[in-house]
């Protein structure tokens, strides 16, 4: 019988669950957090920890680039506000980045359990009470409120921030232009028109598409 204790499973295009959470930038709301802007929500699975206090630190240096594309940063560990506040100045001088972006406190894994950050693959991985602690999870989440990427990473793994950047260039670069990203894709890269612009409109839109095969033609981006 399927066990009830885990939350429904959220997927690509789901709308982001909202919550209530205390922060060390004060009370959010999610929805009103993100309000017309795009969202990176990623957890951590504890303060202190020498993973999470090198992502914290990259994850506040590229915050600047986050913000010239409209993107608020989001953290979460299950620590209370104490901790998380301790731990910023650690993260501050080991990585030299003074991490601006509210974390989340979940002591209890509430926002945990909500978004199915908890770890189910090792079972070691719990606090003195035995509650899991969370993975890496990453939710790439848009301004109406739809979650468009979901990666997760074991503990012992550390994300690659650039290319949780990548993935936010990609889908912006999608949403305006009627393209789609072929693999390793980065800003000023060739893209590939969507199977939906077909004929006229794909040769109007894209003057200098470059058919490879029917199903597959590369362009240029106009005032890439």
Known sequence: MASTDRPAPLRLGSIAPNFQADTTNGPIDLHEYIGDQW???????????PVCTTELGEFARLEPEFTKRGVKLLGLSANTLGSHEGWIKDIKDVTGSQVQFPIVADKERKIAYLYDMIDYQDTTNVDEKGIAFTIRSVFVIDPKKVIRTILSYPASTGRNSAE????????????????????NWVPGD?????????????TKLFPNLRAVKPYLRFTPLPNA
């Open 39 to 49: 969202l990176v929500f990623f957890s951590h699975p504890e303060d202190y920890t």
């Open 190 to 202: 060739d893209v590939i028109v969507h199977p939906s612009v077909k004929g006229e409109e794909a």
């Open 164 to 183: 949780v950047l990548r993935i936010v260039d990609s889908l912006q670069t999608g949403d305006k232009n009627k393209i789609t990203t072929p693999v």
